[in-house]
Every structure is written in structure tokens, then in C-alpha cells.
């Protein structure tokens, strides 16, 4: 009974492709069948993508579902290719698709086996199977692909023998060659050559080839990574063995081959922003950051799912913004000043002015989701119920994801001196800056400095500030009572509006209110940098300044280019554009931004070309630093729970705060506010070593005013 059912099955297996060729078969889905061989030609949908670092060659990450790479033909070693063909369809050259000869000796051998030992699948087959599975949108579509039955069987013979009209033997085998799985999640030849052999499958030796076509049978049970290699060597030996009766090689080459040991050099490819390597561990906020700029593309998806299943299948080469060098410089002046394990976040990111290129990505912590060995939180009301995050985190501290940021001090007064000369107002606007100031706007529920009728009364950091004031030494000295008195002069939703402009985003529900067209005229505080950003959007609003007032919006990436070598493009306005192309607007004019500027060298001690700055500035130290024409801001909060600086030449923009992601009432201190400012000076300086040292260009005389 039981040998009728195993010869049964054999039968079915073996013989009913053999009368599919002869013309028996079903009808139905013949339509069906006819429009496949167009789409069993096109390259596999499911190919890896490469990120590298903006010289091109370094690799970041990789990012794929399954490991695949396309190779042409004419890239893969004549080893494997004939290793191939003798492992699994030694009559690939002389049949149609469907090998009748094929057919009928398997039926031979499993019948005296009295179980299938032997498959009747040519080569062609074997690819219609793979193409169709890779090619699935549906589970039924998959299942159809895959399952183990007899109208699977006729289906793939029928499309093997269309497909061979089709196309040349050649162009089938490279396509089953870049699709065929040989574990260790390498699909095609490019991969598995990496991950075995750490190398390009043109480079493959015969042994090589000859271990690596016999893993397509059964990838598993021929792994040559195990401990055991005998099941590994048996099957290659098998290979080399076919080779030599196809005339492939000869018998004195067979037998020189096959006392060859086996000799791997694994590669375990990385797979995601997770995976970046612990020699540049650093580079995966980065990456992440990159990452969430990817998902937010139209060009490569209707929703951020597609979008991400675009990056993991699509095969592009991605050249990212990072500069290796810079990202070097900045990390190091951020862990001396703040080294790993304090639960103190000191991060920096450096942005190129005129492109919004981020060139690096630096904080005081591991990239790693691995939080077992972290410290306790240093929230109360949290600690001893979860981890803090430190030492190791993935959470984007420095901008680009989903986190709100940290308020930013006095960083924001440069939004309301750029509205203010915006809207006209001129350098030489004078105020007298009393250490206290009763100002128009009322002061929020539970904000500080409240006084008399519930106004909202300021006071500055120091009584060394009061007098009369300009722009060049409201700003160098950060007056708080000159800015809200400019603030009113122009409108506090004048302020909040360029900060729009110039790149800030609203994250939490009180700073959306207080931004929103009802309420936003009455923020005045908004000028002493409440609202929480994060050091990407203000490096990259004050690289608006030092491109002499040309906005661009942060970009990971100077280069994306499609499996063909074409650029991957994106829509704008109707007219197609590299997706890699920078987006820049002049957002205010170059007369504003040079008068900004002018006022921001007050602060750093370079000085002023037009103004005057008084007799002292928040950071006099940056310019002895930098040793190069700078300007920039400084900026604390309430107490001092975070300490910000944030600087720029005329080639690069800087911006570093200090404080604790995981409690914002964390007291950072007055004593810490000069790491983010040396941490600045100091990559400042060092990432432009060498080079050229430009000017900036004083304003016009006529946005100065009159003294």
C-alpha cells in the first residue's frame, strides 16, 4: 500500500511536466500564463542598497530584506558558471526548457528508489520558480510559486519553454544566478560570494565556485560555515565531479581541486543603522537620522512604509553627506569635554552653508539598542522602573527623528534680530535695556518673571547689561530687555514665523498653541528660546546666515543613483530633479544676512565691521579658538538645564548643546556652558585646517540706521 502511494507521487512528479510539453495540460489561466516570460525578464525586484560616506567608497550601512546584489554575466567567473550548470541542469544547453531525457531518467531512478531522489527541474524551470516567488504581491501569488504540486510543476514547464524562445541561454543562466538563494541570507552570486569568500564573484577560484553551486540544493544541509565541513566537501567534490564528465575541466584539474581544504572568509554583511560597525559606531545617529529622512521622500513612496520597503529592495547606491573626517573631529572634542556614560548629553552636528549638507553627527553616547548595562534614569519619578538612556541609546538626540529637542536659550534671539531687519528695522535700532522690563505681553500660566497685572517682566543675566543698547551689542552681550523690546517692536509672530523659515519645527502640543496664528503674537518669550528645536535645525538656520541668507534644508545625502547607474529623481514643480539635489530658497536677502552676521562676531570676540560691540561678549574666546573670521551665539536656559553655542564660518556651521535627554529639569549648570562652546571653536577649527580663509561681507550702510 504505502510503496503504491510513494510510486504515485513519483509518477506525478516526474511525468506530468513531460505531458504538459507534449500539449496536455489545462487551458485555463493560459492568458495568464502568456503575459509572465515579459515579466520573468526584468532584474529581481528585491536587490540590497549600499549607503556609504560622501567620498563614496567608505561603507556605512546596507539595508535589505534579503542580501542581493545584480552582477552582468560578464561579471561572474566562467568557474561558476559552468559549476552551475553542471550542479544542477548538465543538459542546459541542449534543451527547451523542459529536459524530456531529464525527465525520464528521474522517473528511472525514483521509481527504483521507491522515493524522489531524483528532481526533473532544468535550470530554466528552477528560475520561472524563484523569478515568480520574487516577483509575488500576494500570499496566494506566493503559495502558487511554491507549493508542492503537480499544476505547479506543468506551470513552470509551460513558461520555461516560452521563456527560452525568448531569451538566449546566457541571459537565463545570469538571471538564475542573481536569484538563486545559497544561505546565510545571500540571494545571487554577488552576495554569496561576499559572505563566503569576501570577495566579487569575477574573482572566483573553481573550488570556490564548485562549494558554492553545490549550496543552491540544499543550502542548509551543505553549509560549509559549520564545524563539520565533510556534508560541505562531499557536495563540492560532487560539483567538480560533473565539471570533469561535462569536459568543463580536466580529470588531472578535477582531482588537484578536490584535495583542496575549503577556505571561507565570512563576511557578515550589516543591515541597518544597528549594524554600522563598532570601529565607527558613532556614524549611526547619523544613519538614523538619514534613515528618517529617507521615509519622509515622496520620490520613493506614497507612505513611509513604501518608502522603507523601497530603501530595504530597491538596490541603490546612496552617497551620503558624512564627512569621516569631520564626524572624527567632532566626536573627539565631544567625548573629551563629556566622555561616554554621563547621563549628560553633549552632541554636536555640522552642517555646510549654501548646500544644508550634514557633514557630522557627534554625541556622548554608544549606538545601540542594547540597554541592559545602562545607568538608572534620572527622572524621579521614573528612576528604578526603566533604564536611562546612557550609555546606549538609538534615540535621535541630535535632530532628525521624532523627539522634540530642548529649549534653546538665548540661541533664538537670532530670529527675532533677523525679523526685525526683515521687516526694516535697522541696525542702529536703539533701546534702552533696564536690568528688569515690564513688557507689553502677559506672562503664560506657570512661566517665570511674571509681575504686576500679570505682565510678563524679564530680567537680564546680569546687571552689567543695563543701558543702552544696539543690535551689535544687544546680541554680543545677550541683552534679554533690549530683544523683548525689539520683539515687540516688530511682533512676536514676526519672530516665531522666521524661525519657520528658517527651519524650526513645533514637536509638542504647548509649543504647536503658542506657534499657532491665535497665539503666536502674543509669545513673547519666544525670543529667549523656550520652544524646544534641536542642534540640527539650528545649525542649519544659522548656516542661512553664513550662505548670506540662502535657506537649505538639512541633507544627508550629495548622491542616489538607481541599479542601472541612473539618479533616482524627484518631482519639483513638474519638472523632474536628482533626488540628491540640494533645497535651497534665498529666504531673506543677503543685505540681512550680512547685518546678522555682523552682529553675531560681536559675540565671539572677532568683532564687529560695522557696529560697535561694547566692551565684552558671551564667548570672547571663540575667535582666539577658531583663528578664522566667526560668529555665532550662546545660549542658556531656566537655571542653566541646558547650555547651547551654536557658530559658523563661511564654510561651515556648528551647533552643540549640553543637557539630559532623559530629565529636562536636570540642572546642566553655569559651570558646564563652556563644552558646547569649545566643542564648536574647536571642530571648527580643526575640520577647516589648511584651508583657505574666507570673509565674511559687511552689510550695506544703508540697513545700519543712524547711530
Given at each position: 500500500?504505502?510503496?503504491g502511494?510513494?510510486?504515485?507521487?513519483?509518477?506525478?512528479?516526474?511525468?506530468?511536466?513531460?505531458?504538459?510539453?507534449?500539449?496536455?495540460?489545462?487551458?485555463?489561466?493560459?492568458?495568464?500564463?502568456?503575459?509572465?516570460?515579459?515579466?520573468?525578464?526584468?532584474?529581481?525586484?528585491?536587490?540590497?542598497?549600499?549607503?556609504?560616506?560622501?567620498?563614496?567608497?567608505?561603507?556605512?550601512?546596507?539595508?535589505?530584506?534579503?542580501?542581493?546584489?545584480?552582477?552582468?554575466?560578464?561579471?561572474?567567473?566562467?568557474?561558476?558558471?559552468?559549476?552551475?550548470?553542471?550542479?544542477?541542469?548538465?543538459?542546459?544547453?541542449?534543451?527547451?526548457?523542459?529536459?524530456?531525457?531529464?525527465?525520464?531518467?528521474?522517473?528511472?531512478?525514483?521509481?527504483?528508489?521507491?522515493?524522489?531522489?531524483?528532481?526533473?527541474?532544468?535550470?530554466?524551470m528552477?528560475y520561472v520558480?524563484?523569478?515568480?516567488r520574487?516577483?509575488?504581491?500576494?500570499?496566494?501569488?506566493?503559495?502558487?510559486?511554491?507549493?508542492?504540486?503537480?499544476?505547479?510543476?506543468?506551470?513552470?514547464?509551460?513558461l520555461?519553454?516560452?521563456?527560452?524562445?525568448?531569451?538566449?541561454k546566457?541571459?537565463?543562466?545570469e538571471?538564475?544566478?542573481?536569484?538563486?538563494?545559497?544561505?546565510?541570507?545571500?540571494?545571487?552570486?554577488?552576495?554569496?560570494s561576499?559572505?563566503?569568500?569576501?570577495?566579487?564573484p569575477a574573482?572566483?577560484?573553481?573550488?570556490?565556485?564548485?562549494?558554492?553551486?553545490?549550496?543552491?540544493?540544499?543550502?542548509?544541509?551543505?553549509?560549509?560555515?559549520g564545524?563539520?565541513?565533510?556534508?560541505?566537501?562531499?557536495?563540492?567534490?560532487?560539483?567538480?565531479?560533473?565539471?570533469?564528465?561535462?569536459?568543463?575541466?580536466?580529470?588531472e584539474?578535477?582531482?588537484?581541486?578536490?584535495?583542496?581544504?575549503?577556505?571561507?572568509?565570512?563576511?557578515?554583511?550589516?543591515?541597518?543603522?544597528?549594524?554600522?560597525?563598532?570601529?565607527?559606531?558613532?556614524?549611526?545617529?547619523?544613519?538614523?537620522?538619514?534613515?528618517?529622512?529617507?521615509?519622509?521622500?515622496?520620490?520613493?513612496?506614497?507612505?513611509?512604509?513604501?518608502?522603507?520597503?523601497?530603501?530595504?529592495?530597491?538596490?541603490?547606491?546612496i552617497?551620503?553627506?558624512?564627512?569621516?573626517?569631520?564626524?572624527?573631529?567632532?566626536?573627539?572634542?565631544?567625548?573629551?569635554?563629556?566622555?561616554?556614560?554621563?547621563?549628560?548629553?553633549?552632541?554636536?552636528?555640522?552642517?555646510?552653508?549654501?548646500?544644508?549638507?550634514?557633514?557630522?553627527?557627534?554625541?556622548?553616547?554608544?549606538?545601540?539598542?542594547?540597554?541592559?548595562?545602562?545607568?538608572?534614569?534620572?527622572?524621579?519619578?521614573?528612576?528604578?522602573?526603566?533604564?536611562?538612556n546612557?550609555?546606549?541609546?538609538?534615540?535621535?538626540?541630535?535632530?532628525?527623528?521624532?523627539?522634540?529637542?530642548?529649549?534653546a536659550?538665548?540661541?533664538?534671539?537670532?530670529f527675532?534680530?533677523?525679523?526685525?531687519?526683515?521687516?526694516?528695522?535697522?541696525?542702529?535700532?536703539w533701546?534702552?535695556?533696564?536690568?528688569r522690563?515690564?513688557?507689553?505681553?502677559?506672562?503664560?500660566?506657570?512661566?517665570?518673571?511674571?509681575?504686576?497685572?500679570?505682565?510678563w517682566?524679564?530680567?537680564?543675566?546680569?546687571?552689567?547689561?543695563?543701558g543702552?543698547?544696539?543690535?551689535?551689542?544687544?546680541?554680543?552681550?545677550?541683552?534679554?530687555?533690549y530683544?523683548?523690546?525689539?520683539?515687540q517692536?516688530?511682533?512676536?509672530?514676526k519672530?516665531?514665523?522666521?524661525?519657520?523659515?528658517?527651519?524650526l519645527?513645533?514637536?509638542?502640543?504647548?509649543?504647536?498653541?503658542?506657534?499657532?496664528?491665535?497665539?503666536?503674537?502674543?509669545?513673547?518669550?519666544?525670543?529667549?528660546?523656550?520652544?524646544?528645536?534641536?542642534?540640527?535645525?539650528?545649525?542649519?538656520?544659522?548656516?542661512?546666515?553664513?550662505a548670506?541668507?540662502?535657506?537649505?534644508?538639512?541633507?544627508?545625502?550629495?548622491?542616489?543613483?538607481?541599479?542601472?547607474?541612473?539618479?533616482?529623481?524627484?518631482?519639483?514643480?513638474?519638472?523632474?530633479?536628482?533626488?540628491?539635489?540640494?533645497?535651497?530658497r534665498?529666504?531673506?536677502?543677503?543685505?540681512?544676512?550680512?547685518?546678522?552676521t555682523?552682529?553675531?562676531?560681536?559675540?565671539?570676540?572677532?568683532?564687529?565691521?560695522?557696529?560697535?560691540?561694547?566692551?565684552?561678549s558671551?564667548?570672547?574666546?571663540?575667535?582666539?579658538?577658531?583663528k578664522?573670521?566667526?560668529a555665532?551665539?550662546t545660549?542658556t536656559?531656566?537655571?542653566?538645564?541646558?547650555?547651547?553655542?551654536?557658530g559658523?564660518?563661511?564654510?561651515?556651521?556648528?551647533a552643540?548643546?549640553?543637557?539630559?535627554?532623559?530629565?529636562?529639569?536636570h540642572?546642566?549648570?553655569?559651570?558646564?556652558?563652556w563644552k558646547?562652546?569649545?566643542?564648536?571653536?574647536?571642530?571648527?577649527?580643526?575640520a577647516?585646517?589648511?584651508?583657505?580663509?574666507?570673509?565674511?561681507?559687511?552689510?550695506?550702510?544703508?540697513?545700519?540706521?543712524?547711530?
Open positions: 500500500m504505502r510503496s502511494l510513494i510510486a504515485g507521487v513519483v509518477v506525478a512528479a516526474v511525468t506530468y511536466p513531460l505531458a504538459a510539453v507534449g500539449g496536455l495540460g489545462v487551458k485555463a489561466g493560459a492568458d495568464f500564463y502568456d503575459s509572465l516570460p515579459s515579466q520573468l525578464k526584468t532584474v529581481p525586484p528585491a536587490q540590497t542598497s549600499y549607503v556609504y560616506a560622501a567620498d563614496g567608497k567608505t561603507l556605512i550601512t546596507l539595508f535589505y530584506e534579503e542580501h542581493r546584489k545584480y552582477a552582468p554575466i560578464a561579471d561572474i567567473s566562467e568557474n561558476i558558471q559552468k559549476a552551475i550548470v553542471a550542479s544542477e541542469d548538465g543538459r542546459f544547453y541542449q534543451h527547451n526548457g523542459v529536459d524530456a531525457k531529464g525527465i525520464a531518467r528521474a522517473f528511472v531512478a525514483n521509481h527504483t528508489a521507491g522515493e524522489v531522489s531524483q528532481g526533473a527541474s532544468t535550470l530554466t528552477q520558480r524563484m523569478a515568480l520574487d516577483g509575488a504581491q500576494t500570499p496566494s501569488e506566493v503559495m502558487a510559486a511554491t507549493e508542492q504540486t503537480s499544476l505547479r510543476k506543468i506551470r513552470e514547464a509551460r520555461a519553454i516560452k521563456l527560452e524562445q525568448q531569451m538566449s546566457i541571459d537565463i543562466l538571471r538564475y544566478l542573481n536569484v538563486a538563494y545559497f544561505g546565510h541570507r545571500a540571494y545571487g552570486i554577488f552576495a554569496a561576499q559572505i563566503f569568500f569576501s570577495k566579487l574573482d572566483l577560484s573553481l573550488a570556490e565556485a564548485a562549494t558554492l553551486a553545490g549550496l543552491v540544493k540544499a543550502p542548509s544541509a551543505y553549509d560549509p560555515a564545524t563539520d565541513r565533510s556534508a560541505a566537501t562531499q557536495r563540492r567534490n560532487y560539483v567538480i565531479d560533473r565539471m570533469r564528465e561535462l569536459n568543463y575541466i580536466t580529470p584539474v578535477a582531482e588537484k581541486t578536490k584535495q583542496e581544504p575549503i577556505n571561507l572568509k565570512i563576511t557578515d554583511p550589516p543591515n541597518d543603522c544597528t549594524s554600522v560597525s563598532s570601529q565607527h559606531n558613532s556614524w549611526g545617529f547619523f544613519c538614523d537620522m538619514f534613515k528618517n529622512w529617507w521615509i519622509a521622500q515622496p520620490a520613493f513612496g506614497a507612505n513611509p512604509g513604501e518608502r522603507e520597503d523601497n530603501l530595504r529592495r530597491g538596490g541603490y547606491k552617497v551620503t553627506s558624512l564627512d569621516p573626517k569631520v564626524q572624527d573631529i567632532a566626536m573627539d572634542h565631544v567625548t573629551k569635554r563629556q566622555p561616554i556614560g554621563s547621563s549628560y548629553a553633549l552632541g554636536e552636528v555640522v552642517v555646510q552653508p549654501g548646500t544644508g549638507l550634514v557633514k557630522a553627527m557627534a554625541v556622548n553616547r554608544n549606538y545601540s539598542l542594547d540597554q541592559a548595562n545602562n545607568g538608572a534614569h534620572t527622572d524621579p519619578a521614573r528612576g528604578g522602573k526603566i533604564k536611562g546612557y550609555p546606549n541609546t538609538v534615540n535621535p538626540l541630535l535632530g532628525g527623528g521624532n523627539l522634540p529637542g530642548y529649549q536659550g538665548s540661541t533664538f534671539k537670532i527675532t534680530m533677523v525679523a526685525a531687519l526683515d521687516a526694516g528695522l535697522k541696525m542702529n535700532t533701546f534702552y535695556a533696564p536690568h522690563y515690564r513688557s507689553i505681553y502677559f506672562a503664560g500660566w506657570g512661566e517665570r518673571g511674571s509681575c504686576g497685572g500679570g505682565h517682566c524679564p530680567v537680564n543675566a546680569s546687571g552689567a547689561m543695563t543702552k543698547h544696539a543690535m551689535w551689542s544687544g546680541f554680543g552681550k545677550s541683552v534679554n530687555t530683544f523683548v523690546q525689539l520683539e517692536k516688530v511682533g512676536a509672530d519672530a516665531v514665523r522666521m524661525a519657520e523659515r528658517l527651519g519645527h513645533w514637536r509638542t502640543d504647548i509649543d504647536k498653541l503658542q506657534a499657532s496664528p491665535a497665539k503666536a503674537k502674543s509669545w513673547g518669550s519666544f525670543t529667549l528660546g523656550v520652544a524646544d528645536t534641536t542642534p540640527l535645525e539650528m545649525a542649519n538656520a544659522y548656516a542661512t546666515m553664513a548670506e541668507g540662502k535657506y537649505c534644508e538639512a541633507l544627508p545625502v550629495i548622491g542616489i543613483t538607481n541599479p542601472d547607474g541612473s539618479p533616482a529623481m524627484m518631482d519639483v514643480k513638474g519638472k523632474q530633479v536628482p533626488v540628491a539635489t540640494p533645497r535651497c534665498q529666504e531673506v536677502t543677503k543685505a540681512v544676512a550680512r547685518a546678522a555682523d552682529a553675531m562676531r560681536c559675540v565671539t570676540g572677532y568683532g564687529a565691521a560695522k557696529g560697535s560691540c561694547g566692551n565684552w558671551t564667548a570672547p574666546g571663540v575667535y582666539g579658538m577658531v578664522r573670521p566667526v555665532g551665539k545660549g536656559t531656566d537655571d542653566t538645564r541646558a547650555a547651547w553655542f551654536v559658523f564660518t563661511k564654510e561651515l556651521a556648528a552643540s548643546f549640553m543637557a539630559d535627554p532623559d530629565n529636562p529639569f540642572v546642566t549648570g553655569d559651570w558646564n556652558s558646547p562652546i569649545e566643542t564648536v571653536s574647536y571642530t571648527l577649527r580643526d577647516l585646517e589648511g584651508k583657505p580663509v574666507k570673509q565674511f561681507t559687511p552689510p550695506p550702510d544703508s540697513i545700519l540706521g543712524s547711530k
